[in-house]
C-alpha cells in the first residue's frame, strides 16, 4: 500500500516529539557486560506501530538530507512528500539523482536485494552513534555512512573525547556493520564482520587517514596516526560489529564471544563492542525507507 500524506503527517507528529531522534524509539540492553567483548541489543516495536513509521520516517530524512548537501534537493525532496504535490521535471532530477544510489527509483528499481538493508543498517548505526548518551565522552567525530554499499573502506568509524582528562583523550573505534535478514543464528555473519576486521582494518584506517588528512586540531592529530595505534593495539583504538537483523534471529548471550578471537590484542577493556539492531522484518522495514525517500517520485 502506497504511503500517503496522512501515513507521513503521523509519523513526522511523533518524530517531532523525539526531536527526530530513534535512539527513543529502541530498547536497549546491554548483554555481557564482563566478556571481552560486550554487547547492546536494541529492539523496535513490532510492524504496523506508529513507532516503527517514525523511525523508517527519521531514517529517510537522515538520509535525503545528508545525500542533497547544501543544494535545494532536501527542501524539494520535503516539501513534495508532506504535500502530496508531484514534482516538476527539474525537481524530480534533481531529487532523483540523491535517491537512485543504492534505493534505485520507483521506475528503475535496485536489483540487489541485499543492498538497501544493509544500507538502513548502516544509517540505524549512524544514527545511534551521533545520539549516544554516554556519560564522560562525547563524540568528536563520526563518519557518516557512503553513498554506495559496495565503496571500499569501513563501514563505520568514530572518535569519542573523554571528558574530566587533563588532554581531553581521544578514542576511536573502527565498526563492521552487516546485516542479516535470512533465518537461523546471527553467528556467522558476526565471524564473518570480525574477520574482515582483523583482514583489512589496517587497509581502512589507511583510507581515513588519507581522506581526513587535513582534518583540524587534534582529532586530525589522531587521524595521522591511527595505522601505528591499531597496529600497536594502543587502548585509544577499538573496534566494534554492529549488525541489524530480524526480532526472530535474536542471538544468544556469548553471541560475540568469537570477536576477540580475531583481535586477540585489543585486551583492554571496552576495546571491542557488539551491537545488535532487532527489528521484525528486518527487509520490509528497510523497504519502508525506501518507500519514503520514493514518496516523492
Not at 501515513?7 to 507528529?13: M, N, Q, T, V
Not at 544493509?118 to 563518519?143: I, K, N, Q
Not at 535470512?182 to 564482520?193: P, Q, Y
Request: aromatic residues 8%; charged residues 20%; negative net charge.
Amino acid at each position: 500500500m502506497a504511503i500517503t500524506v496522512d501515513d507521513i503527517a503521523r509519523a513526522d507528529a511523533l518524530a517531532d516529539a523525539m526531536r527526530h531522534q530513534v535512539s527513543p524509539f529502541f530498547t536497549r540492553t546491554p548483554q555481557a557486560q564482563d566478556a571481552s567483548c560486550p554487547w547492546h541489543l536494541v529492539t523496535l516495536a513490532p510492524e504496523g506501530t506508529q513507532e516503527r513509521a517514525a523511525v523508517a520516517w527519521i531514517v529517510a530524512n537522515a538520509i535525503m538530507r545528508h545525500r542533497s548537501g547544501r543544494s535545494t534537493a532536501y527542501d524539494l525532496w520535503r516539501t513534495a512528500v508532506a504535500t502530496g504535490k508531484p514534482l516538476d521535471q527539474v525537481g524530480v532530477s534533481r531529487v532523483s539523482v540523491c535517491v537512485k544510489p543504492v534505493f534505485g527509483l520507483p521506475t528503475n528499481p535496485s536489483n540487489a536485494a541485499d543492498h538497501v538493508p544493509g544500507h538502513v543498517g548502516e544509517w540505524l548505526w549512524y544514527l545511534f552513534m551521533r545520539e549516544e548518551d554516554t556519560s564522560g565522552r562525547t563524540v568528536a567525530f563520526l563518519e557518516p555512512p557512503s553513498w554506495s554499499v559496495t565503496e571500499g573502506g569501513g563501514d563505520g568509524f568514530v572518535v569519542h573525547r573523554l571528558a574530566g582528562e587533563p588532554d581531553a583523550s581521544l578514542l576511536f573505534r573502527l565498526w563492521e556493520i552487516k546485516k542479516f535478514t535470512g533465518t537461523g543464528s546471527v553467528s556467522g555473519t558476526i565471524t564473518d564482520a570480525a574477520s574482515q576486521l582483523k583482514d583489512r582494518g589496517l587497509e581502512y584506517l589507511a583510507k581515513l587517514c588519507s581522506s581526513h588528512a587535513d582534518e583540524p586540531g587534534d582529532v586530525g592529530q589522531l587521524m595521522s596516526q591511527l595505522v601505528e595505534l591499531w597496529i600497536q593495539a594502543d587502548p585509544s583504538g577499538g573496534a566494534g560489529v554492529s549488525v541489524s537483523t530480524n526480532t526472530a534471529s535474536l542471538p544468544k548471550r556469548s553471541a560475540f564471544t568469537q570477536v576477540s578471537n580475531y583481535l586477540p590484542d585489543h585486551r583492554h577493556p571496552g576495546q571491542l563492542q557488539g551491537l545488535i539492531v532487532a527489528v521484525q522484518d528486518f527487509a520490509k522495514f528497510a523497504d519502508l525507507v525506501k518507500e519514503h525517500l520514493w514518496s516523492a517520485l
